[in-house]
């Protein structure tokens, strides 16, 4: 069930990707696409069990995967990053493409066919 | 061997950022670490087996190194080392040569590692740097371009993660062996990943562009190497995984055709230069057990070729036609053209032979109607007018950068010497003549324009599913032992006409 929505998840902000016009629109559906991804780690990691893998005496089986949740993190700040130099990279643009309509700012500056 | 390895990973890291403290000396601590990259590659070399090794557990880092890498890093570092040449008396800030080091040693990265998640920091980490060369001149052309490929690759990581942590949980581990035995939506998602990464078939047609807008240095590096970063993953997995081969033998055939079938008709030099990168990535995934020494003398000839298609007085070949270009120059233009070609004394010759040598019985009619597009589009350089102009306004970093290249191509002929027999020498001679002729008779007065629609950002994006879909059948047409690696190819062509 909670597979099913992380999937929904991921495919919505695919087809944003794909169909929104605005080019801030389609960083914040990369944004949501990646989100799903996200949650998808937490969710396999969660397979086993919920506990907080921490050594202690009183031992449970059932604990969380650590691992797909620690390589998420280092997505997570390169997600993040990127988006930021996405943001700065359409910043830019702005000045020139106030609408930021990606078939416009495509015409304006993809050489002609010769 | 194992301190080495790990000081040479991190020193581009530690120089590349200090390079931004001391940006008087940027040039030299840049020329430091591709030199660095250089004897690591020749040490790889001398190694006699594969050296591999984990940092923490099995889930941890895996590292594999051997002669496949070692051709990939001495790629890297030549074409580097050429680029800083070619930059040397320009006024690049030292930001450009930040960006030019952490490319360089994300690219390295890539280059041994062997499990997914190293392999994700390394690519998007190739993505960054890429995005901020490319929109280093600050135009609103560049600034598109560079977001166009940061949303592409981004993408493409996205599904890539996916299929990374599908492979874990069958696996519990990331390595590259873990393909076998993962679901097929698992190698499915992850092939669309690096496909898309290294500019193969249909998901990479963002290439052409993003490469032919680029400033010189930088398609140079582009073509050179930092395809290469999403190519050689596949080239190892498929060495390491046989079930993977033919799939990625199928993508090589099928991605020279369509390089090529675009690079023909194509009347702008750079933009032609950029298809062939594709149709070439294709030579290198078609062999997958000597891509390692394509993918060398691949990364030589391109970039060379791409520095000297900077310095022609013009972009378009028609124009071209009626300049007279200065005699040394057309010289080099027409070396880099003839090893690209596969003419004997230059070592495309050898690599092209090796990779013919190591095809599957079907893959061979594709391959060789490669080869012969490659002769057709190279006779456009080739035929071009030359003269002694004498005027020279081309620096001398140009022309080092040059000799490096040429010169690296002419002593990689050592690698492979056996190829030099009587039946090897006359079948690429046919091949180019046959180019020729098809050139003069048809291809010189052809007035055919490919669409480009394909290239549009949003079709990229879309294109991106239907591959998935295609990667997803391939697959589980893999998992049921069902289909013939024939009988898939022949759909893949029905598909590919629906295409285009």
Redesign the interface.
Known sequence: MLEAFIFATILSGFFGLVFKENLMMKIISMDVMSTGVIAYYVLISSRNGLFTPIFSDNTTNNYADPVPQAVILTAIVIGLSIQALMLVGVMKLAQNNPTLETKEIEKNNTPMKS | MKALTIIWIALPLFIGFSIYLLPRIARYLALGVAIFSLGYALIIFNLTSTFEFKLLDN?GVILVIDNLSGFFILTNALVTLAVLFYCWQSDKTAFFYTQIIILHGSVNATFICADF?SL??AL?VI??AA??LI?YP?S??S?????RY??VS??AM?FY??GA?LV??SH?S?SFVGLRGSPPEAMALIFLGLLAKGGIFVSGLWLP?THS?SETPVSAMLSGVVVKAGVYPLVRCALMVSEVDPIVRIFGATTSLLGVGYAVFE??SKRMLAFHTVSQLGFILAAPEVGGFYALTHGLVKSSLFLIAGILPSR?L?ELKHMAIDTPIWIALVMASFSISGFPLLSGFGAKVLTMKNLLPWQVIAMNIAALGTAISFAKFIFLPHARTGESHVKAGFWSAITLLLGGLIIANGIYYEAYSVNNIIKPLITIFLGWLAYHLFFQKAII?LS?TAE???HL??VM?LVLILLFWLFFGLGNGLQTTANSYLSFQILFHHIL
Not at chain 2, 143 to 147: E, Q, S
């Open positions: 889930f998640i994700y920091v998007e993505s960054i995005f901020l929109a600050r609103d052309r600034i598109w371009v560079a977001l940061l949303f981004n993408t996205l993660l996916v942590v874990y949980q519990h990331f562009l807008e009347k702008d378009n028609k324009q480009r549009e950002f949003n994006i879309g599913s």
